[in-house]
């Protein structure tokens, strides 16, 4: 499953913003691209322990509070995707 074409067409079914769209589908590009870094594969399910290392990550690059929070909000979106595939159950 290509993940971020299938979130992308689901924000689009909401009628999410293009601006929206585009932030919430680069922000969890950015986010995979950080586990590929870190070797480590996505399988479709979200854990604390990966998003915690995202949150250090961005802190210890030193990103602004506000980007980090915008980041982790997109997560929040492409989670509730999950869920809505039958892919997580929270």
Known sequence: MNYIETFESHLREQRKAEKTIQSYTGDTMGFLTYLETKELSF???L???TINSYKNYLIKENY???TINKKLNSLQSFNDFLIHQGIMTE
Do not use: A
Request: proline residues 11%; charged residues 35%; glycine residues 12%.
């Open 43 to 45: 399988d479709g399910i």
């Open 47 to 49: 854990n604390r322990f």
């Open 64 to 66: 602004e509070p506000t």
